[in-house]
């Protein structure tokens, strides 16, 4: 089984609508993090949100984690065409936590 | 703003041949990543190389891989005797701390097996 699941796989809004995207994940984690990636380009590291945190917020972006759940949103507020690409959820695993184990994303489409 | 950069963008092979993929991590960071995506799935880890060794690494990094920081600034890994299956984007990474901080990405190079 996969760390980091999210849902919808596909979400398509309107310019101004907002969007949200959400991950489940399977172990107990120290921090969760969701990255960006345009089509064809390398990923963008959007925020980290810790254990401990229950809500983290950057500019546009609103992140929260229930630990009790396994699971944690991104919120995208008054959304953009730029925002169109694909947002995958991350977690750290193995031993040490070494490695990051990314969900399978969701892509995102926004129509201006 | 500090980037992890890599080279080269696109690499067409032939089947049975190898590459080195090269990457540059930012500069004062330790902990160094490479990661593939095949087209239209998930980004996937292959190992994760630390203070000169290898410290984790996945069951798809077989004998075929390699990884080597040759000297202070590159980062590499070696594939030998490609297959097509192993035609897909490799993005190094690399960060301060262990996974699970924040890690920084390269724009990826288009790995093409022909």
């Known amino acids: 089984s996969q760390q980091g699941e999210e849902d919808p796989q596909a979400l398509s809004i309107q310019e101004g609508e907002n969007a949200t995207m959400n991950c489940s994940y399977k172990?107990?984690?120290?921090?969760l993090q969701w990255y960006r990636q345009n089509s064809g380009r390398g990923l963008v590291h959007l925020i980290l949100?810790?254990?401990?945190?229950r809500e983290k917020h950057s500019g546009r972006l609103r992140v929260t984690l229930d630990t009790s759940k396994k699971s944690s949103s991104l919120l995208i507020t008054a959304s953009r065409a730029a925002d169109t690409a694909s947002y995958f959820c991350?977690?750290?695993?193995?031993?040490?936590?070494?490695?990051?184990?990314f969900g399978a994303g969701t892509r995102l489409f926004v129509k201006a | 703003e500090p980037e992890v950069t890599q080279t080269p963008s696109h690499q067409v092979t032939q089947m049975g041949q190898e590459v080195i993929l090269r990457c540059v991590p930012i500069?004062?960071?330790?902990?160094f990543y490479w990661y593939r995506q095949i087209l239209g799935q998930k980004v996937e880890f292959l190992v994760s190389?630390?203070?000169?060794?290898?410290?984790?690494k996945s069951e798809i990094f077989d004998d075929q891989f390699s990884v080597e920081r040759p000297d202070g600034s590159n980062f590499t890994l070696k594939i030998r005797s490609t297959k097509l299956e192993d035609s897909a984007m490799y993005f190094c990474?690399?960060?301060?701390?262990?996974?699970?901080?924040?890690?920084?990405f390269g724009q990826g190079t288009r790995l093409t097996v022909v």
């Open positions: 500069s004062n960071h330790l902990y």
């Open positions: 949100i810790r254990s401990n945190e």
């Open positions: 172990t107990s984690i120290n921090n």
């Open positions: 190389f630390y203070n000169n060794e290898i410290s984790e």
């Open positions: 990474a690399s960060s301060e701390s262990r996974g699970g901080t924040e890690a920084f």
């Open positions: 991350a977690t750290a695993a193995g031993t040490g936590g070494f490695k990051t184990i």
